[in-house]
């Protein structure tokens, strides 16, 4: 069904009757609304965010965006459109109303709210028949009580101007501070360093236009801000066919309102831009010759102009005070030839300008080096036609007044030591009592509220002998806010004696059992004033019998470069490892490629390089952190020199004890499916050398077509849309293989995220049954990210935690004290003098999978799935316990039984009845090693595989571990070296039936 509604007008400009056409029609029952003039053609579909699904360019007859308009409203899609306003929106239903205020134009008003974040967003669509400019006006309205920053203020986009794949004849055109930046579509290529886009969010602007063309073809789009609210420009990323074209805004704080507006340009008939506005277009190029600067202009009215329009042209040398200004021209026609005088070498800055009297119509700008070693400089500002302000939400309120509950002893102390909790309230706290497994760490916060204006606090513990206890203030490290800093602060905890507090402060309790024995502990935390006066908080501790597996069930990988110093000391490395694993992280990262210092594609593989891959590899083995992973984003095949790298890389790895299906490669990221092929076939080669492909893919497991394509090579699933009902789809028909994993991860920045937010990553894992996590990221690139890290580094050069990184630990041993039942569940199902118990675990566990932790609905396109509602710290607090009184009871059951089984890669050293048998130097310290590690106990076994150690040279390495048919053989060149094999290769091992 189709309404269609035709307005003609007569464009006074070119004396040409021209057309506006709105048409109403649906995509199966989705409402769509598509408007054409003699330029475009436009699809808008309200249900999904208000995109734009289609536009045609009908000049060139380019269909800039033409994506698969869904069948029916509801549905999760991609985001592969138009005016994408990113988060939560591209899937949630706008409000639509059409109106047309003139017969030469139609105004499409458009209307969404994210409940969850309490942001609506009105925006206003502006067509006019004979142009080819959409205007564009945004209304965001903050209803919550957190700021919103970065990207989630502004627009992404697709915009594939030449049809379809992006190449390097497409360029972007970026005026920054320095100059006009041209940067080749595909891989962002241009002449020369660019020390002003460095930053991910390119925030150094010289000018309020940016451009995307298709120089073949002479199309593409330019977009015109027209205030101050824009700060950053944004495209996702070279190297890929279809990346994003974005534009940020400024940070928009809680209550406030803020409108912003720009012109969508469409461009025809111009292979590059120097200015682009609904008036107009302007091309400006320059060729030095002789001493001079030849100056050709080219320019198109996209518009009528004013009358007697002037051009006004100028030089100066960046030295310089003084600007050469030519005679005004009359801007008449729409190309103009002049000629600048050059004083030498240096930087020279050229500026053009329109004028209608003392109005200027247009300004635009470009720079230009003269002579060797001359760089450019920062000597631009874009000028907006307008300033806007932020604007109160009318009958917003802020959050109330602290409400602390206190009683009369805290009144009388003058100070209040409380749990913090939801709406700005705190309820006083007197006690602790909680429990926790054998070898965990656990966090508490604790907030301190001084009754007088301010008060200065010290804390104190002397916990019982086993028990590990640190009390750290929390500090909020802020950043600047001009720039759409994403986000705008980080929780860090930096360890101090005392802490200053006005209204309130932040402590946390973290506690560590790794030493402890199972039982109850009662102690003290003392908290006093500057007064001295004293409250003291009692802890009731219960340590569990049970302990978390030495290897972990649910894999957490964190991004990190090791910092070049950290790499070079062995203490600070050791203290760096450790502290990822204590909090739960067991993947090593090796840089973004096969590469790791000196070992590199060009070079091979040298002894320098191995014995530093060597070292860290024995580092991180020893603390735990016992899978693998590397990256290769080239989509080329490998020169020889290359593969042979990888070859040995994968060859080093196991030699050194990481398990065949522990060795990963992640090939690209978040690619379209034209891409599965190629991605595909280097998962090919990559799993031929050893390692297990892996990569992003948000929607693919409701794609069983595009699945089949990198099912025989990709062994890894990250993605956030991946649920247990298409984990159970694609298993069915053969495309999730056995051993295949899947996983979540956060896709941005954690330092400034909460402890209840970042524990859901590990609940929500433990709910979906995922095999991992991915937090984006640990550390890289130092503390000028600080907010996109979970840690920040210290004066020390060491870690520094943030209460977001406790969460994650928090969850990810929540998530593996989880996959401990289901190991034990698998373990006993078919015995039978266990089916009693295992009801009545099975039970408690159905209660906190389906009671305390409940799913939501997850869908894409018509796929249902589920995933599971946000979790509080207090279902988290009560489902913990649950978890541990199943484990609890079924090792009271299984006591004195023997389930031990111990394996890697396909061998079992040890189950039922069996034993290895080793033999040669320090074979009996990598027995006894073996019998305490999973809790063997004595008594007779017969022998089984036979594991030899060897003393001897090791290839270079401080061991090597080689496998054979029928034995396993460890080599190492000193005693040393066997036992330093021996731990770590145990760390890598595999076990069920055992109770740690």
């Known amino acids: 069904m189709k309404f269609t509604v035709i307005l003609a007008s007569l464009l006074a400009a070119a004396g040409l009757s021209a057309d506006i056409k709105l048409e109403k029609f649906k995509t199966g029952s989705t409402d769509c609304i598509r408007v054409e003039n003699e330029f475009y053609s436009v699809t808008v579909v309200p249900a999904y965010g208000g995109r734009i699904f289609q536009w045609k360019n009908k000049v060139s007859g380019i269909q800039f965006c033409d994506e698969a308009i869904p069948e029916r409203p509801g549905m999760k899609v991609g985001s592969d459109a138009i005016l994408d306003d990113r988060g939560n929106f591209p899937n949630l239903p706008y409000s639509a109303f059409d109106f047309q205020p003139d017969p030469e134009t139609v105004d499409l008003y458009l209307r969404g709210t994210d409940p969850d974040r309490q942001l609506t967003i009105e925006r206003k669509l502006t067509f006019r028949a004979g142009s080819p400019v959409i205007g564009v006006r945004y209304k965001y309205s903050n209803a919550s009580h957190i700021p919103v920053a970065g990207f989630d203020l502004g627009q992404r986009n697709f915009f594939r101007v030449n049809g379809g794949k992006v190449t390097t004849d497409e360029m972007y055109f970026l005026p920054t501070t320095h100059t006009v930046r041209r ?23 010289g000018a309020e236009w940016h451009a995307f063309l298709s120089r073949p073809k002479k199309t593409g789009i330019a977009v015109h801000h027209n205030d101050n609210w824009y700060v950053g420009w944004y495209m996702w990323k070279g190297c890929v066919d279809y990346p994003t074209y974005e534009w940020m805004y400024g940070n928009l704080d809680a209550g406030y309102s803020r409108e912003t507006s720009y012109d969508l340009i469409q461009v025809d008939g111009f292979d590059a831009i120097s200015y682009a506005s609904k008036e107009l277009l302007a091309d400006m190029r320059m060729t030095p010759e002789n ?167 010290t804390f104190s513990a002397e916990p019982p002998k086993g028990i590990g206890l640190r009390i750290v203030p929390e500090t909020v490290l802020r950043r600047g806010r001009g720039a759409g800093g994403v986000p705008e602060f980080a929780r860090i905890l930096i360890p101090r004696d005392r802490v200053t507090a006005e209204k309130l402060a932040t402590v946390w309790l973290i506690f560590d059992t790794t030493a402890a024995e199972p039982g109850k502990y009662k102690f003290p935390v003392t908290f006093k004033n500057k007064a001295g006066k004293a409250a003291e908080i009692n802890v009731e501790l219960t340590v569990s019998p ?102 040995r890389l994968g060859i080093i790895l196991r030699a050194k004890g990481y398990q065949n299906k522990d060795i990963f490669v992640k090939i690209l990221d978040e690619q379209p499916t034209d891409q599965y092929p190629a991605m595909a076939a280097m998962g090919k080669w990559l799993k031929e050398l050893g390692f297990r492909p892996f990569s992003t893919f948000s929607t693919l497991f409701t794609d069983p077509k595009n699945m089949k394509v990198l099912s025989p090579y990709f062994d890894m699933y990250q993605g956030g849309s991946i649920g247990p009902m298409s984990i159970a ?41 995922h095999d991992f996590f991915h937090n984006h990221e640990y550390m890289r690139n130092g503390n000028s990210r600080l907010t996109s890290n979970i840690i920040m580094i210290g004066e020390d050069n060491l870690p520094l935690d943030s209460a977001a990184h406790e969460g994650l630990r928090d969850g990810m041993d929540f998530a593996n004290l989880a996959a401990l039942c289901r190991s034990w569940f698998e373990v006993l199902k078919d015995k039978k003098e266990y089916s009693s118990v295992l009801a009545s675990a099975r039970k408690k566990y159905d209660l906190v999978f389906g009671k305390i932790l409940r799913a939501k609905p997850n869908s894409f396109r018509d796929f249902a799935d589920y995933t599971m509602q946000g979790a509080t710290e207090e279902d988290y607090r009560q489902a913990k316990p649950l978890l541990l009184d199943i484990l609890e009871s079924l090792r009271k059951a299984t006591a004195g039984k023997d389930f031990a089984r111990v394996t890697w890669n396909q061998y079992v050293l040890c189950e039922p009845g069996m034993i290895f048998q080793a033999e040669g130097p320090e074979a009996d310290y990598f027995a006894a090693a073996f019998r305490k590690a999973f809790r063997l106990a004595d008594g007779e076994r017969k022998a089984g595989l036979k594991i030899v150690f060897k003393q001897a040279p090791a290839d270079g390495l401080s061991y090597r571990i080689e496998p054979s048919k029928d034995q396993i053989t460890v080599i190492a060149p000193t005693a040393e070296g066997l036992r330093k094999a021996a731990d770590n290769w145990i760390n890598t091992m595999d076990s069920t039936g055992v109770w740690f």
């Open 183 to 205: 940067m080749r579509g595909y891989d962002l290529k241009s002449d020369g360093p660019r020390p002003e886009l460095m930053t991910k969010l390119k925030t150094a602007l």
């Open 729 to 769: 789809a694609r298993r069915k028909d053969g495309l999730f293989k056995p051993g295949d994993l899947v996983g979540d991860y956060t896709g941005s920045g954690a330092s400034f995220r909460t402890y209840e937010n970042m524990i859901n990553w590990g609940m929500r894992a433990a709910f979906l049954g």
């Open 546 to 647: 049970v302990k978390l597996p030495n290897r972990k069930l649910v894999m957490l990988e964190s991004e990190v470069n090791f910092p070049r110093e950290v790499l070079l000391s062995p203490d600070l490395l050791r203290g760096w490892l450790q502290n990822m694993s204590q909090h739960g992280v067991d993947f090593l990262q090796l840089g973004g490629a096969s590469s790791f210092k000196a070992y590199t594609p060009s070079r091979g593989v040298s002894a320098k390089g191995v014995a530093a891959l060597d070292r860290l590899v024995d580092s991180s083995l020893e603390n735990g952190l016992t899978r693998v992973k590397s990256a290769r984003y080239s989509k080329e095949y490998p020169k020889e020199g290359e593969y042979e790298n990888w070859k």
């Open 291 to 457: 001493g001079t600067l030849n100056v050709s202009l080219k320019v198109k009215a996209l518009e009528k102009l004013p009358a007697k329009l002037m051009l006004k042209t100028s030089i100066r040398k960046f030295t310089s005070d003084k600007k050469t200004e030519l005679k005004p021209i009359p801007f008449e026609g729409e190309n103009f030839r002049q000629t600048l005088p050059l004083k030498g070498d240096g930087l020279y800055m050229i500026e053009q300008t329109v004028t209608s009297g003392r109005n200027v119509i247009a300004r635009w700008y470009d720079s230009l080096t003269i002579g060797k070693g001359v760089t450019f400089e920062a000597v631009f500002h874009p000028t907006y036609a307008r300033n806007t302000d932020p604007q109160m939400i009318p009958g917003w309120s802020a959050l109330p007044e602290n409400k602390v509950e206190m009683s009369p002893e805290a009144v009388k102390r003058d100070f209040v030591v409380a749990f913090p909790q939801r709406n700005s309230r705190y309820a006083e706290c007197k006690g602790l009592n909680f429990r926790m497994a054998c070898n965990e760490y656990e966090s508490v916060e604790l907030t301190l509220h001084p009754l007088s204006p301010s008060d200065t606090f």
